[in-house]
């Protein structure tokens, strides 16, 4: 294993000429006050990557819940899994299911600057997403070409951004959550990691929609 952090020189690792590893990120929510129930959120957002496959997840403390998205960028697939104590879900949608389903994130404009911030390791471009009429504060987003990874972000609501983010914020139920780079890895990943687990239960994108609401409302 070959860690990757604090320089420009980044060593590689490979199987068979796949491109894999993964990358941790820090998680905060910067408007949030201390409470009882900030203990549950979530801290850390651990990203995999192998060739054309992409996973993230996201949980809370104890492992109460847990939240994924398995990308395919060949064939331009989307998997939600959604895991609520006992119950799982999933839904996997197509390019044109998943920008559909990117219209539950508020709409925004992106503008690039020329400033730039080294996250990780990788120097990152910032950009600043702005929200039609000032209804949410701006938000600023840093991404990079030197990953190697997907540049398209045609599967997350930041469409248009031209490369790989290390560095963002989300704005959703009236919360906002800060996510930023901590380590990249490089490393074999199994290609058990993009699978979908058995027990998850497919159901539709309104219906996923609906359980992710009552979770925000119930924990948050």
């Known amino acids: 294993m070959i860690l990757v952090a604090g320089n420009a020189c980044h060593n590689k690792w490979y199987d068979s000429n796949v ?3 993964k990358i941790i990120y820090d998680i905060s929510f910067p408007n949030e006050k201390n409470s009882v129930m900030m203990d549950l959120y979530p801290k850390e957002l651990c990203f995999h990557f192998k060739g054309d496959m992409l996973h993230s997840q996201i949980k809370t403390s104890y492992d ?37 389903w990117m219209k539950q994130y508020p709409k925004m404009n992106l503008e690039l600057t020329d400033e730039t911030v080294v996250i990780a390791g990788y120097t ?17 987003l840093y991404h990079t ?33 800060s996510v930023r780079a901590r380590e990249v890895i490089f490393e074999p990943i199994p290609d058990s990691k993009f699978e979908i687990p058995a027990e998850y239960v497919p159901i539709k994108p309104n219906e996923m929609f609906e359980q992710i609401t009552s979770i925000v409302k119930e924990y948050m």
Request: glycine residues 8%; aromatic residues 8%.
């Open 19 to 21: 491109h894999q590893g």
């Open 64 to 100: 109460l819940l847990a939240s994924d998205i398995i990308i395919n960028t060949q064939e331009k697939t989307l998997t939600q899994l959604l895991k609520n104590m006992s119950k799982r879900y999933s839904v996997k949608l197509n390019s044109i299911e998943a920008e559909e």
């Open 124 to 140: 990152c471009n910032k950009t600043i997403a702005h929200f039609p009429g000032d209804s949410i504060m701006p938000i600023e």
């Open 145 to 177: 070409k030197g990953l190697g990874l997907c540049n398209e972000n045609w599967w997350n609501q930041y469409q248009g951004l031209d490369g790989f983010l290390l560095g963002y914020e989300i704005e959703q139920f009236g919360k906002r959550m």
